[in-house]
């Protein structure tokens, strides 16, 4: 089984269309939506969730009010103002515990934080495991980390021949979590000047790892100058263009009525996509 990594060193580029391409045209494959802070991959393949799982990470303080006397001791010794009128603020509070034990009353307990929820669904086109990160929650990282370690699972039971993982944006912790260990990673990128930006600091990190990458050039044709700036660049690298994609009206047009692009018949777009996928799985 290869595991595939399709990222993006900012949003918006068409990484998750991409991704979910990918995994239409190979069909019964393991997807891992892995862009759990923003997760929308689900829009375009429309799982059935089949499984629910509940993500707790790091813990959070809770005051008891018929055992707070008012002291205040809790409120001097939180850091990240946390505390107003002796109640916790659930989405400032760190969970250092600091409050917790110089509380003279045992009035404050150390509760799981629930951040989010993970699940694993049934799609037309293979398993899909993806996550929902609740507003304003941390630890996206390992949130990733607990999508793709069950995804890893789920496809060598399957005996699946890939991984297709949509990783997030940027190079944060998130990414390194979606990047560890996978066999080859591909760089969506548009014709911008903070797409070529963005894309060299990905470049970077993926360098760093000493992971094989390919760079994928969208919507090439908004900027034919930028696009050859791009490909310059990369060819100057260990990197290689994987292709470029014109931009097509037809695969918004496609988004807004939730089809895909290879439901239009002879679309050059959507052969263009095909040649990427073949490139890039081998």
Known sequence: MKQL??????????????????????????????????????????????????????????????????????????RFDAIEKFQVNDIACEGCAFCYHVCPNNAISMTKNLCGE???????????????????AENSGRLVTQVRNTAKEIAEKQNAPYLIIDGPPGTGCPVIASMSGVDAVMVVTEPTVSGMHDMKRILELTK??????????????????????????????????IGRIPFDKTIVDALICGKSIF????????????KIWNSFKT
Not at 118 to 136: C, F, R
């Open 5 to 78: 990594l399709i990222i993006s060193g900012k949003g918006g580029t068409g990484k998750t269309t991409l991704s979910a391409y990918f995994a239409i045209l190979e069909k019964q494959t393991v997807i891992a939506d892995c862009d759990v802070d923003a997760a929308n991959m689900h829009l375009i393949l429309k799982p059935t969730i089949k499984q629910t799982e509940k993500f707790i990470s790091g813990k959070i303080a809770s005051i008891d009010p018929s055992l707070c006397n008012k002291c205040g001791k809790c409120v001097e010794a939180c």
């Open 118 to 136: 993970w699940y694993i669904s049934d799609t037309n086109y293979g398993t899909m495991v993806h996550a929902k990160l609740l507003p304003g």
């Open 208 to 241: 760093h790892f000493g992971i094989k990458t390919s760079v994928c050039i969208n919507k090439y044709d908004i900027n034919c100058a930028m696009s050859d700036e791009i490909e310059n660049f990369v060819e100057q690298t260990d990197n290689r263009i």
């Open 263 to 274: 439901d239009y018949p002879n679309n050059k777009t959507a052969l263009e996509i095909k």
